[in-house]
């Protein structure tokens, strides 16, 4: 957890102690893992946003953007949930497939396989 660290989400738009942080895309989901922000966002339907997470510190600036997902096909590989695991580390989900993100550059490996 943040040393009060006062982060909020207001119709898509966030702040991270009083300072405005501005994303392509309405913010959706916030998980805090060592000090970082891990963010997503969700583009509107129609648009493809593949590195649609980002990572920011406590002071509102962008650290990095989510590597794009090494696997899967077609053009829209955009990650659909993000979690924290039973360590406190931040799990990125696309379909089939969970990626442990890597919280100090956005790289990502793959965690676990999923069936639906």
Sequence with gaps: MMNNAKFTVQNGLC??????????YSVTRVQ?????????VEPPAGVIFNRNIFGCDSNGEILWQIQESPHGWGDNKSYFEIFQDGSGGVVAT???????????????????????
Excluded at 15 to 24: D, H, K, M, S, T
Excluded at 99 to 104: F, L, R, S, T, W
């Design 32 to 40: 805090e893992a060592s000090n970082i922000f891990v963010i997503m």
């Design 15 to 24: 702040a991270i102690n009083g300072n405005e942080v501005f994303f392509p």
């Design 94 to 116: 696309r379909i089939g497939i969970n990626y442990q993100v890597n919280i100090n550059d956005g790289s990502v490996a793959p965690k676990s396989f999923n069936r639906f």
